[in-house]
Nanobody, 125 residues
Framework: QVQLVESGGGLVQPGGSLKLVCAPS????????MAWYRQAPGKQRELVAH???????SYAAFVRGRFTISRNDAENTGYLAMNNLKPEDTAVYYCNADFTFYSETGESQVAYGQWGQGTQVTVSS
């Protein structure tokens, strides 16, 4: 089973920037829709940004104008560029995506709503 792996999180000061990466652990043949979510301690997981297979994007109001979601279909990789970070952006960020892949038996399969393990983003001075 192919899994998604997030990276790029870390500790940054308010006003700083980070770029998160969502990459598959195995061979994905086609990446469809992809989204980034976040979950702060004691809060529910919330949608941050979404990108369709055609490249259309949408953002939560609290990140619009500061965050940019993008994708590299040649490498089946997704990104979340975060600028002007605020302390309230502190959370674990998760990638979620639909994609097709080849199983160990060589069959083409579809994974819907696959989650990564998350990457911690901490904004603090």
């Amino acid at each position: 089973q192919v899994q998604l792996v997030e990276s790029g999180g870390g500790l940054v000061q308010p006003g700083g920037s980070l770029k998160l990466v969502c990459a598959p652990s195995g061979n994905i043949t086609t990446f469809y829709t992809m989204a980034w979510y976040r979950q702060a301690p004691g809060k529910q997981r919330e949608l941050v940004a979404h990108i369709t297979a055609g490249g259309s994007t949408s953002y939560a109001a609290f990140v619009r104008g500061r965050f940019t979601i993008s994708r590299n279909d040649a490498e089946n990789t997704g990104y979340l560029a975060m600028n002007n970070l605020k302390p309230e952006d502190t959370a674990v960020y998760y990638c979620n995506a639909d994609f097709t892949f080849y199983s160990e038996t060589g069959e083409s399969q579809v994974a819907y709503g696959q989650w990564g393990q998350g990457t911690q983003v901490t904004v603090s001075s």
